[in-house]
């Protein structure tokens, strides 16, 4: 009788995080900070692309190496770290990740040589990635199924407002002072925050570690490669964030030259456009209820392309309102991607979230670097050029049209 009432009482301990209870709010406040530091540091060096150009006499498109170099390696990290969590823990994984992105972003101020700098970077996208790679998996398994909306879309809206954030300050920050004194904020920043997630987070209660072989356990992560609904949230992470990425990338640029002429710190301000990245997908996590999580990924699709349009007006109303449409649109559609990720997956769930985010981070690689000849030929139409990726996306919705 002893040992019947033991079980019951653990399975009922064992259940999954509802809003009604401390542990829910713990890993979503957790999240939410490491959420914030690591994009913040992602982030952070976009608007001083320009301070480097000048600083340290090299080219744009050299310069935005300080981002492809970084999420190069994030696309590294997210397969490995990705397969790990999966395999050994989630909680472990983010817990090593933030400390090594905080331990990283210290050493950067002190290199003064460029290709350090981005040798430094690419060992901090690795750091970097373990973060989103083990997350959504976590969510996925520890949250109530009915509540997990709720606990993704308040993360990614972090993902938003840390974005938001490295972007804003570091700008401003860097305007008033140096990119030094930037940087070393960010880091103070960044150790605050892992000492934070260290003592919140819980440890998973629904993980169990594989025994089975590691090629075994490889080829059934490999597998949602065959999905085709999960290869086409994969196709949308890269096409989406390749166009994001090309805008932002390259829109000091654009803001300091003619016919606008403009400090960096009025630059800065711009990227305020994210706070609607911030509230936008908890609504649409609320509205998904109704017509259906890929209805709404589609709408946020939508969006986004109406406010790149009105980015090619040159003129700073049309510019902001269109900055500010392209965060809300892109932040619905990703909320929007990642629930689907986790929906979809039965089985390693990081896996699968790491194969969306690996797609993600590939459009930001190919959205920095590789549209800088777009830019340095064609300037901000160049740039706006790869907007017609998009086009697929929509010959591909009406697979969707009855979800």
């Known amino acids: 009788m002893k040992v019947v009432d033991t079980l019951e009482g653990t399975a009922e301990h064992h259940q999954p995080y509802t809003p009604s209870e401390a542990g829910f709010w713990r890993v979503t406040i957790a999240l939410m900070l490491a959420s914030l530091s690591i994009f913040s540091t992602l982030y952070v060096f976009q608007p001083l692309l320009p301070v480097f150009t000048t600083e340290l006499n090299i080219t744009a498109t050299q310069s935005s190496l300080l981002m492809s170099a970084c999420v190069t390696a994030m696309v590294l990290g997210l397969f490995i770290l990705g ?11 983010m817990r090593g990740s933030l400390v090594g992105t905080a331990l990283s972003l210290i050493l950067i101020p002190m290199t003064p040589d460029f290709e350090w ?24 398994e520890e949250v109530s199924f009915r509540h997990i909306g709720l606990a993704m ?21 860097t305007d008033v002072f140096d990119w030094q004194v930037t940087l070393w904020a960010f880091s103070v920043f960044g150790v605050v925050a892992a000492v934070l997630f260290l003592r919140l987070f819980p440890q998973e209660r629904f993980f169990e570690k594989t025994e089975q072989n590691l090629i075994v356990d490889l080829k059934g992560m490999l597998i949602h490669l065959k999905s085709v609904p999960l290869l086409v949230l994969f196709l949308l992470g890269i096409l989406m964030q390749t166009v994001f990425t090309a805008v932002w990338t390259y829109l000091p640029f654009y803001l300091e030259g003619d016919p606008f002429d403009w400090p960096l710190k009025w630059i800065a301000f711009t990227y305020f456009a994210y706070l609607f990245g911030v509230v936008a997908p908890p609504v649409a996590g609320r509205i998904s209820d109704q017509i259906g999580l890929k209805k709404m990924m589609f709408t946020g699709v939508t969006i986004f392309l109406t406010g790149t349009a009105l980015t090619a007006v040159r003129e700073g109303w049309s510019i902001m309102i269109g900055l500010s449409l392209l965060c809300m649109g892109f932040f619905v559609a990703h909320s ?12 390693h769930r990081s896996g699968a979230s790491g194969f969306y985010l690996i797609s993600y981070y590939l459009g930001v690689a190919i959205g920095s670097t ?4 777009l830019w340095e030929e064609f300037q901000w139409y160049g740039v706006l050029s790869v907007v017609f990726l998009l086009v697929f996306l929509y010959v591909l919705y009406p697979f969707y049209k009855d979800a």
């Not at 040798?119 to 790679?133: E, K, S, T, W, Y």
């Not at 308040?154 to 954030?165: P, Q, R, V």
Request: charged letters at 10%; a positive charge.
């Open 336 to 347: 929007m991607a990642s629930a689907l990720v986790s929906k979809t997956a039965t089985h």
């Open 83 to 93: 397969f790990a969590a999966d395999r050994y823990g989630r909680a472990l994984v």
């Open 117 to 140: 700098m981005v040798v430094l970077r690419f060992i901090q996208g690795f750091f970097l990635a373990g973060i989103p790679a083990a997350a959504m998996g976590y969510l996925g």
């Open 153 to 173: 879309t308040l993360y990614i809206s972090s993902n938003a407002l840390g974005g938001m954030g490295g972007r804003v300050l570091g700008g401003y920050l």
């Open 370 to 373: 590789a549209v800088g000849r």
